[in-house]
Structures are given as C-alpha cells and as structure tokens.
C-alpha cells in the first residue's frame, strides 16, 4: 500500500523513483513532472501490481517437529496427548520463544496448549522476517503422531 500511495501523491515529482533508489530517474521525472504525465501513470501501475503481488500469502507445508517431547509450557503433559484432542483443519497459532537464549517458534493450538515446533530449517528464515509478517497455521495431518504436518501461511503486514 505504501508503494501505491507513494506513486500516486508523490510519482509526478519522482518519489516513486527515489523509493526504489533510481536516483537519476528521480531526478528526471523531478523536472520533467513525472516524464509529461506518462511515466507517472506507468509508476502506479507498477506500484499497485506490486503492492497486490507482495501482499500474496507464502503457503508453506511442512512438519511439526518435537510432537514426542513434554510440552514446554506444561512439563507435566506430552505434546502428543493435546495433539490427539485437536482436530485435522484445526487452526493453529506460531508463537515465538525461546530454549537456551536461541529463539525458535512453538506451534501452538488456538488455546495457547503446546504441540511442537516449526522445523529448525524454516525457523531460521522466519527469525530474519519476524517484525514484518504475519503468520498462521492449520493442521493438515495428524495420521502418524510422531510427524504431524501443517501448513502455515506467511503474510507481510
């Protein structure tokens, strides 16, 4: 939204080319109102394709990992036994914690009960984008308790 709002108020003096660091262009469209008005035009339509492309949901299936372990919000439960109460299309919640000073992700029913952990592989991708984006889950197999799997999406706010 703020690409689109940005072409749209600020494109005919060239802020839509200084937000994507095209200095030069900027400084073109700056003296020439946003290159007679054409260019201007052709910076929104750009920003709003890019605003609806990048505000599409990443879809990513994977596994549930640690469903063997004791909860770590309740030591006295395993993560198995809450597991079995939830049922498959349930949403779940990705909540950030931490073991041993190293942040991960617990996966977590809508609740707050405790049933795993995001893959250590996804985890490290989700700690470099965490303020930016949104993200929520479903379960999507629970057929084997051992490695349930779900799928979580992953949206810019």
């Not at 690409?3 to 005919?12: E, N, P, S, Y």
């Not at 290159?35 to 599409?56: C, E, M, P, Q, T």
Request: aromatic share 10%.
């Amino acid at each position: 939204m703020k690409r689109t709002l940005i072409a749209v108020f600020l494109g005919w003096a060239g802020g839509y080319q200084f937000y994507q660091r095209k200095w030069l262009m900027g400084i073109i469209y700056l003296f020439t109102l946003g290159l007679f008005g054409f260019g201007w035009l052709l910076d929104i339509i750009k920003a709003v394709s890019a605003d609806i492309r990048y505000n599409k949901p990443v879809v990513v299936n994977c596994e549930i990992r640690g469903t063997f372990a004791e909860s770590k919000r309740n030591p006295k439960i395993k993560r198995k036994d809450i597991l079995a109460e939830v049922p498959v299309g349930a949403d779940l919640s990705i909540e950030s914690a931490s073991y041993k000073g190293a942040p991960f992700y617990l996966v977590c029913t809508k609740d707050g009960r405790d049933i795993g952990a995001v893959p250590a592989e996804i985890n490290s991708e989700l700690r470099g984008i965490a303020g930016d984006v949104r993200i929520s889950a479903k379960l999507t197999d629970k057929d084997d308790p051992e490695c349930p799997h779900m799928r979580m999406y992953i949206k810019r706010k």
